[in-house]
């Protein structure tokens, strides 16, 4: 690809875009990024996706740190979590020719709506409290978080799709975390999962460095705005903000089911 100087100025907003509202709400970037870099830039859609890994773990790097260092970011279920997300990938792959993609997929829409719908709810009662102000929370029911990472890894796997929008809700809903602990917990997982997925692509030659590099600085310095402004946002906006973005990422699922977008 031939990038003149506008190009990368527009690559670096998209970054800037994407990494703030990856870090504000915990879902990388690539629900943003993978659209606009296949529709707009005509980049395939391979090249896209290695893009989008390696900007996610510059919006881990660009937030994680910052929540560590705020006691947002709780490591060691992020750590527990993952594990089982990273099992449920691996099972993923091994069934992938044997499921069929687009019913998952609608299935997985369905399972976001309700999701969204009982985030907003929760967050739409007068006595809501989130409980992030003082950091005083308590895991409920880890093996029933545990089966649900799990399963967010297949349909990671299965799907191609982040596990932000999956592990968020997972935290906040089932296991009874604070949203901006789960926030910030997501942002630090993410990355985790990118790095290995990210080097498989660029073995493979599907990061192309001269559109990776521009968008992934923009991204590192919007991950660094997000934190400062996730922190600053009352949790119930955050929360109806996550759920709209997860109705848009339901009716995407259906729209690709629809017109062949999981197939081989």
Known sequence: ??????????????????GGVGALLGIGGGLIIIPVLTLLFGVPIHQAIGTSLCCVIATSSGAAASYVEHHLTDVRLGMTLELATTVGAVCGSLVATHISREGLAVLFALLLTYAGG?????????????????????VRRLPLGLAASSGAGVVSGLLGVGGGPIKVPVMYLLLGIPFKIATATSNFMIGVTAAASAFIYFSHGDVPLQVAAPTAVGVFLGAAMGTHLMRRTPSRWLIRLFSLI??????MMVWKSLHGGFSH
Do not use: I, W
């Open 1 to 18: 690809m031939n990038l003149t100087p506008f190009h990368l100025f527009e690559l670096g907003v998209l970054g800037l875009f994407s």
């Open 246 to 251: 997860m109705f848009y990422f339901a009716a």
């Open 118 to 138: 009982a985030m907003l709810r929760k967050a739409r009662k007068k006595s809501f409290h989130d409980g992030d102000e003082d950091g005083a929370y308590t």
